[in-house]
């Protein structure tokens, strides 16, 4: 059974840095086959998306390139999404999701999610 577990977020302050990682398990075929991405809800408002990496390793930023950057890890398993200077509108549950092959912007594209860490900027 598929399964993405984030973890990495918490409380932050303005301008802090945070990393989050998507650990993955489960995929029928090999995990670098896949395109992960990061989604982010706050509260009151829509999914939208974040980040994502393809199979290939191709990176897409879709939210403020200059400060989020993510990566992956075929070796783990895992996708990395660094945040910098974080400011209080990226207060958010982030969420990991995968879809075979190549990115797509669209939330409605990716078949698995995990269940969410929760970021939150303040002082």
């Known amino acids: 059974q598929l399964e993405l577990v984030e973890s990495g977020g918490g409380l932050v302050e303005p301008g802090g840095s945070v990393r989050l990682d998507c650990q993955a398990a489960?995929?029928?075929?090999?995990?670098?086959?896949?395109?992960i991405a990061w989604f982010r809800q706050a509260a009151g408002k829509e999914r939208e998306g974040v980040a994502c990496v393809s199979r290939f390793g191709a990176q897409f930023t879709y939210t403020d390139s200059d400060r989020f950057t993510i990566s992956r890890d075929n070796a783990r398993n895992t996708v990395f999404l660094q945040m910098i200077n974080l400011k209080s509108e990226d207060t958010a549950t982030y969420y990991c999701s995968s879809r075979w092959d190549f990115c797509s912007r669209s939330r409605d594209a990716y078949d698995s999610w995990g269940q969410g860490t929760q970021v939150t900027v303040s002082s």
């Open positions: 489960g995929f029928p075929d090999s995990f670098e086959n896949y395109a």
